[in-house]
């Protein structure tokens, strides 16, 4: 439970003070082989308050909610100590206040537990019977809401419910004593009974995923070296979130980042935009919809670049006063227990021109990649990102399945040579942040067409 009405304790700030109730509620349910290996429901929530004084932040926190007076005067107490050794001398910040209430949960009858672990082995089931050759098969469901209210003393109020459900869904087989393997997830933004009808609705998904894995059991390795690519959606969320997203953050930017050196520079292809969404995209909710951040800031979309020139950061309040910048509402904790960061929220390429068949068709001698798996960056744009499901591109023409790979650059670079942008837009409805907190994020765009170091055998 959360303490919906925080104003009551409105009277026990005696300075810039923000005060949060927060209540993450986990469902995880995990079939191997047909047997439940996960069964778990969980719920974590507590309440925790920040406090400025003279440029200094103090944070306390606690899991149990009747005591907020305590909390707000550690944190009060905390900021007045750091303030005693750092004494930077700096004032409050201009001061916000939206009031903003926002909830994304069903209005529909709630699934009991054993409900939706029905749901799940019936989806488990399907796959056993249709496809009794694979080796081994995983079907996992993921539930996380995230509720929570905030008060600052400037005034600013938000309520919020933003609730994910996803499911993972792994298929393998033998070949030649070799294990393949391939996955997908479905799902997004919302309570089960919103995102998820029937079991029957994921068939076709498992259907398409089975086809793919049966391929790429046939499949080469590919040949090593810069190739032209077209990298599918999925592909070009996770560069615009852990190449590019991270480095404009400007808590990373303050601590060196390379995208420092590119602030109204060309930093990409003129075809590539980039952006940080904060609740909405193209009148829809993002997969993270944030209205207010966790400082009480009115959360705003950041265009990251703009047509090619780097244009803009990420910033909470104490780096946006860095830069003599606006707060855009990037400021983001995970649990009550977690202090806010300068966080992502929805991060995307944005779409372009061209139709994927074309770009396809473009290529003599290239690989159309699809599904990344985990991957690294860096501060200096560099990355490296696992590629497990793809094809060869020969003369225009998809070719032969690629087995498990990877691939790797300087991801300015990658954008530098973008050469075609396609004109959907896919969002990625499964991210998880790892920056010092975990944290769900959206990620997403078009297909881009570059060139890029892909890894061999």
Not at 2 to 13: A, C, E, G, K, P
Not at 107 to 117: G, H, P, S, V
Not at 299 to 311: P, R, S, Y
């Amino acid at each position: 439970m959360i303490i919906r009405d925080l104003r009551q304790f409105s009277s026990l700030f005696r300075q810039y003070t923000e005060l949060r109730s927060q209540e993450n509620r986990v469902l995880s349910i995990a079939y191997l082989q047909g047997n439940l290996v996960q069964n778990v429901r969980n719920a974590t929530s507590g309440i925790s308050a920040r406090v400025y004084s003279g440029g200094s932040w103090g944070f306390a926190s606690t899991p149990d909610q009747s005591k907020v007076r305590e909390v707000i005067a550690e944190a009060t107490s905390n900021a007045v100590f750091l303030d005693s050794r750092e004494q930077m001398g700096l004032g409050s910040f201009t001061p916000e206040t939206p009031v903003v209430e926002v909830n994304y949960g069903t209005t529909k009858q709630r699934l009991t537990q054993k409900e939706i672990m029905d749901f799940t082995k019936a989806v488990d089931d399907y796959i056993a019977k249709k496809y009794p050759n694979l080796s081994s098969r995983s079907v996992r469901l993921d539930c996380l809401d995230m509720e929570k209210t905030l008060l600052t003393s400037d005034g600013a109020y938000l309520y919020s419910l933003i609730p994910r459900s996803i499911f993972v869904i792994s298929l393998s087989m033998d070949k030649n004593s070799d294990p393949v393997e391939v996955y997908d997830i479905a799902g997004g933004r919302g309570q089960f009974e919103d995102v998820f009808s029937k079991p029957e609705d994921l068939f076709p998904t498992i259907d398409e995923l089975y086809e793919h894995l049966v391929k790429k059991s046939e499949g080469v390795y590919p040949e090593a070296g810069v190739k032209e690519c077209v990298l599918d959606s999925q592909l070009a969320g996770i560069l615009a979130h852990e190449a590019i997203g991270h480095t404009t953050e400007a808590d990373m930017v303050i601590g060196g980042s390379v995208a420092g050196d590119f602030l109204n520079k060309q930093a990409a292809s003129p075809l590539v935009s980039l952006a940080d969404f904060a609740h909405s995209y193209n009148g829809e909710p993002c997969p993270i919809p944030i209205h207010v951040d966790d400082e009480g800031t009115a959360a705003e979309d950041v265009m990251l670049i703009e047509k090619g020139i780097l244009t803009g950061y990420m910033h909470n309040k104490h780096s946006a006063r860095h830069f003599n910048a606006k707060p855009t509402g990037n400021a983001r904790a995970f649990t009550y227990r977690d202090e806010p960061l300068i966080r992502m929220r929805n991060t995307a390429i944005l779409p372009g021109t061209s139709k994927l068949e074309d770009m396809i068709a473009s290529i003599e001698d290239g690989y159309y990649l699809i599904q990344p798996s985990n991957g690294q960056a860096d501060t200096t744009s560099e990355f490296m990102f696992g590629i497990v499901l793809g094809y060869e591109i020969k003369n225009g023409k998809l070719g032969r399945a690629i087995k498990d790979t990877t691939i790797s650059g300087v991801a300015f670079d990658v954008l530098q040579n973008v050469t075609m942008v396609s004109d959907d837009m896919t969002w990625s409805c499964a991210g998880m942040c790892g920056k010092k907190q975990l944290i769900p994020v959206g990620m997403g765009g078009p297909a881009v067409k570059t060139k890029i170091n892909i890894g061999g055998r």
